[in-house]
C-alpha cells in the first residue's frame, strides 16, 4: 500500500460538490484504492474543540473526547472517497457502524499523526460494505483507530453476508429512557459548521427530501459523540467503543438514552422519545 502525504487538511467546501457531482458517474466496482493518505504532526485549535465540545456537550479539558479526533480524520476520508477511483459514490453512502478504540486519552498539546485508508470490501445483502480506517498515533505509538462501515446501496445478491446493521450484543425491547433530549431543528447546520460535514441531507427539510428523507436528519457521529458525553467521568481511559447505526434522527426531534452497566462494560441505547424506533445501539468494553 502506497502513502501519500498531505500537507493540510483536505478542503470539504471544495469536495463535498464535487462528491454530488462526481456520484451519478459511479457504479460500484470490485476494487477499492490501495493507498493511505498521512498528515504529520498535527495540532489541535482550541477553538475548534471547544466548539465541537459544545455542540455534542462534552465538558471542556486537557484530553480530547473519544470521537474528537474523527473531526481531523474525516476530511481525509471524504478525499479519498471522491478520488476518482474510488468505486463508490460518497453522496448516498450509508454510515452503518463506528468502532473507536482509545489505548489512553489523547491530550489538547500533543502533536498528532493522522492515516486514513480503505478496506475490506464485502458483500451485503443490500449492496456492498467497505471499511474507512483512520488512525491517530503520537510518535510510533498508535493511540486511537477507528473503523467507519459504510454501505452503498444496490446489487446485492448474497443473502449469507452478516449485516452491520445488527447491533453490538443481543437487544431485546427497548428500555426505558434514563434520559430525555431535545434536539433542535438546526443541530445538523451546528454540527456541520463544526465538522465540515455539509451533506445535503443533514442541512434543511428540502434539501434532505431531494435525497429520500422527509425532514433534515443528524450526523450519525453527533448521536455517538452526544451519547459518549453522557459517560463523562465514568469510563477508563482504555476501551473500545461500538456503535450501530439503525434509524436516522429527524430534525427536530426528541430522543431516549438509556446506558445500563454490564461489569466493567456498557451497553446503551438512543431511540425515539415518541415511538419505539432505535436509533443506535453501543457498546462500551474497556481494554
Given at each position: 500500500m502506497s502513502t501519500q502525504a498531505l500537507r493540510e487538511s483536505p478542503n470539504l467546501g471544495v469536495l463535498y460538490p464535487k462528491a454530488v457531482v462526481a456520484g451519478f458517474g459511479k457504479k460500484g466496482g470490485r476494487e477499492?484504492?490501495?493507498r493511505t493518505y498521512l498528515r504529520q504532526s498535527v495540532s489541535v485549535d482550541p477553538a475548534h474543540l471547544?466548539?465541537?465540545n459544545r455542540v455534542c456537550e462534552f465538558r471542556l479539558g486537557n484530553e480530547l473526547p473519544v470521537t474528537y479526533p474523527h473531526m481531523l480524520t474525516f476530511p481525509m476520508q471524504v478525499k479519498l472517497m471522491t478520488d476518482?477511483?474510488?468505486p463508490f459514490?460518497?453522496?448516498?453512502s450509508v454510515h452503518v457502524a463506528n468502532v473507536i478504540t482509545q489505548h489512553r486519552p489523547l491530550l489538547v498539546?500533543?502533536?498528532l499523526d493522522l492515516r486514513v485508508h480503505v478496506e475490506n470490501l464485502r458483500p451485503h445483502p443490500k449492496g456492498k460494505q467497505y471499511d474507512m480506517i483512520s488512525e491517530v498515533a503520537v510518535g510510533e505509538?498508535?493511540?486511537w483507530h477507528e473503523v467507519s462501515t459504510y454501505l452503498c446501496r444496490g446489487g446485492g445478491s448474497d443473502n449469507s453476508a452478516k449485516s452491520s446493521e445488527s447491533g453490538p450484543g443481543q437487544r431485546g425491547a427497548l428500555p426505558a429512557p434514563s434520559a430525555v433530549?431535545?434536539?433542535p431543528g438546526d443541530l445538523g447546520r451546528r454540527y456541520g459548521d463544526v465538522s465540515g460535514d455539509r451533506n445535503p441531507i443533514h442541512l434543511y427539510g428540502l434539501t434532505a427530501k431531494l435525497f429520500g428523507f422527509p425532514q433534515a436528519i443528524a450526523h450519525g457521529m453527533w448521536t455517538k459523540a452526544r451519547c459518549l458525553a453522557a459517560f463523562e467521568g465514568r469510563l477508563p481511559d482504555a476501551y473500545t467503543v461500538d456503535v450501530r447505526f439503525k434509524l436516522p434522527v429527524l430534525l427536530p426531534g426528541k430522543v431516549g438514552f438509556h446506558a445500563e452497566q454490564v461489569g466493567a462494560d456498557w451497553k446503551f441505547d438512543l431511540f425515539d422519545a415518541r415511538k419505539p424506533k432505535p436509533h443506535i445501539e453501543g457498546l462500551i468494553t474497556a481494554l
Open positions: 477499492l484504492p490501495d471547544a466548539a465541537y476518482p477511483d474510488f459514490p460518497l453522496i448516498g498539546n500533543e502533536k505509538e498508535v493511540l433530549w431535545k434536539v
